[in-house]
């Protein structure tokens, strides 16, 4: 959640032209951050402190977005004010669920904030992947219409509620219509993001990690979703979209971002391009490998990538982050 408010935040700036919350303000809400970080591993009290803290964290990044999308008059991207809400409501409700040991709940709305997560970077995507490619290959890339945009995202909307009110949905519909209607989303949901890929890919995406990351995050999702249509292990199939999709998406878009902000060249080192490569091989090792080879040396395969990209992705970026821009410019 903390990278995507994080991007979110400054982000905005490119888009309304106006300044984030940074300085003193900026340390309090990482300081609010961290509470709600210890406060969870602490004990029922701490679980409290953290609830406060965490929602104080999206509370206060709403309101900063909010008035940024406000006062630069950018209403185009007012789209994730409500979207940052319903990660709060969902916050609340793991509180709610985790406090009354209630862990049927708690499940569904895990396995829903993964859909949110999905549905957002999906949005994300559809904006800024076909930019990123065209820029870097210096060729136009094909844009979806705003109506393909909408029906994605309805249809992952409609698979994280679906989830989320799955109890619900088995005592209201039989479970044959339940399963169809289930099959056609997916379907549909499957077509048109693998048509998504078709129009990004290019073939000189290969020769730049910074655009082949991006694109092969992506592809996580349509193989996630195949893994659900045939009825495949579904918590095995969302590590796979929290692993490959989700994460390995985080790292490429900050991997990306943290150099163009920072007025350095967008290029991968090669350490860069060993954690992306890592990352992928975590996700498809905890997600699909383990239900075909259900074997404990797979996990700590995935274990040991996971790490091992996480640890080369802050070796190198640390130092990028910590310094001013070579330009001297704010950011």
Not at 76 to 98: D, K, M, S, Y
Not at 150 to 171: A, N
Not at 273 to 291: D, P
Request: hydrophobic share 55%; net charge positive.
């Amino acid at each position: 959640m903390a990278v995507v408010l994080g991007f979110l935040l400054t982000a905005a700036q490119t888009w309304t032209g106006q300044e984030s919350i940074k300085g003193i303000k900026l340390f309090a809400l990482l300081v609010l951050w961290l509470t709600a970080r210890i406060g969870m591993n602490l004990n029922q009290y701490g679980i409290i402190i953290s609830a406060i803290a965490d929602s104080l964290v999206i509370l206060i990044s709403i309101s900063v977005l909010f008035l940024m999308v406000l006062k630069g008059k950018n209403y185009r991207n007012f789209i994730f004010v409500p979207i940052l809400c319903v990660f709060l409501a969902l916050h609340l409700g793991q509180i709610f669920a985790i406090v009354n040991n209630n862990f049927t709940l708690s499940q569904s709305i895990n396995y829903a904030t993964s859909w949110w997560f999905a549905f957002l970077i999906s949005l994300i995507s559809a904006r800024v992947i076909p930019f990123f490619v065209s820029k870097a290959v210096q060729q136009d890339i094909s844009r979806e219409s705003i109506y393909i945009t909408l029906i994605c995202q309805v249809l992952i909307f409609t698979l994280g509620l679906s989830k989320l009110l799955e109890m619900q949905l088995s005592m209201a519909l039989d479970a044959d219509t339940l399963q169809n209607a289930l099959t056609v989303i997916l379907l549909l949901s499957l077509a048109l993001h693998i048509y998504r890929l078709y129009i990004w890919h290019h073939r000189k995406i290969w020769q730049n990690p910074m655009l082949w990351s991006l694109w092969l995050s992506y592809s996580f999702l349509p193989l996630s979703l195949l893994l659900l249509l045939l009825d495949i292990d579904y918590k095995n199939t969302m590590h796979l979209i929290n692993l490959g999709f989700i994460s390995a998406m985080i790292m490429a878009f900050t991997a990306r971002v943290s150099l163009g902000h920072t007025g350095r060249k967008i290029q991968a080192s090669p350490i860069i391009t060993f954690a992306f490569l890592a990352v992928f091989a975590a996700a498809i090792n905890r997600g699909l490998m383990v239900i075909f080879i259900p074997h404990p040396y797979i996990m700590y395969i995935a274990v040991i990538c996971w790490a091992s990209a996480l640890l080369c992705f802050l070796y190198h970026y640390m130092p990028i982050l910590i310094r001013a821009r070579p330009d001297r410019k704010p950011g």
